[in-house]
């Protein structure tokens, strides 16, 4: 399978720290791949070098074949950060109507998208006014529209119930199946088991890049809170 990114030897400093300590990892393409740790650890920070809006102290961050946030990869890769970039005073449909013609994305994208994320009922009401979880899936749709080759997720299910998340999480594994690569952050373990790979990262430095399975036989755990624990104590 190919890689859609390939990071090697990435610092970042951020207020005079460095807050990436030399990350190297890949994600390949037709799949799920996790970004998990504890607050703070630098989950952000990373997906930002691989959408390319983050400046960076050394190391390389190549996204399908070229420097990350080159020019050519605006349409090939989609990105909904923690605090959705929606406009407020645009309905949830005007909104993805502007962002389908800023990406040159197919009109008939706006539904499917809607229907992706299951706002279907709240499609012609103001983003001002929606959930914070409808807010949240509100960007997460406009990060889907074209059919990105790569999609960046950052805390994606924050704030939703368990019906939602499984549905997203579904969602995620659809989209993957199709071909794309998802890079998807949480701070919540139970979301692991879901992804096909892992990276745990902590104090700005990847514990481990493995499957969950490979992570609880390692480490002889059964659930994956207690194979972090265990990482970081022989870390
Ligand atoms: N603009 C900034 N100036 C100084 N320090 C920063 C800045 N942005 C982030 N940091 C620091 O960089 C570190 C990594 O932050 P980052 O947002 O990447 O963490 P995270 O793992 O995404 O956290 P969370 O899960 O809470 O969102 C943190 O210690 C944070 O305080």
């Avoid at 059919?147 to 997720?153: S, T, Y």
């Avoid at 969602?171 to 701070?187: E, K, N, P």
């Avoid at 745990?200 to 481990?208: E, I, S, T, V, Y």
Wanted: glycine share 12%; hydrophobic share 45%; proline share 4%.
């Amino acid at each position: 399978m190919a890689d859609s990114v390939a990071v090697n030897g990435l610092r970042v400093v951020r207020g005079g720290r460095e807050v990436v300590r030399g990350v190297t990892f890949e994600v390949p393409e037709g799949s799920v791949t996790g970004l998990l740790g504890p607050s703070g650890c630098g989950k952000t920070t990373l997906l930002r070098c691989v959408v390319g809006v983050q400046v960076v102290a050394g190391g390389t961050v190549t996204v399908l074949g070229h420097p990350a946030g080159s020019p050519v990869l605006r349409d090939r890769v989609g990105y909904s950060t923690q605090s959705p970039s929606v406009y407020a005073d645009l309905t949830v449909r005007e909104n993805l109507r502007y962002f389908a013609s800023v990406l040159r994305a197919p009109a008939a994208d706006v539904e499917r998208v809607i229907g992706e994320v299951g706002l279907e009922e709240r499609a012609d009401q103001l983003v001002g006014t929606l959930s914070g979880g409808e807010r949240g899936r509100a960007g997460l749709a406009a990060a889907l529209l074209g059919r990105p080759e790569l999609i960046v997720l950052d805390e994606p299910t924050v704030g939703l119930d368990p019906v939602l998340r499984e549905e997203l999480w579904s969602l995620f594994h659809r989209l993957a199946d199709r071909g794309a690569a998802l890079l998807v952050s949480s701070h919540v373990m139970d979301e692991a088991a879901r992804c096909d790979r892992l990276l745990l990262m902590r104090d700005g430095a990847l514990l481990a890049d493995d499957t969950p399975q490979a992570l609880r036989d390692r480490t002889g755990t059964a659930d994956l809170e207690q194979a972090f624990l265990a990482l970081v104590r022989t870390a």
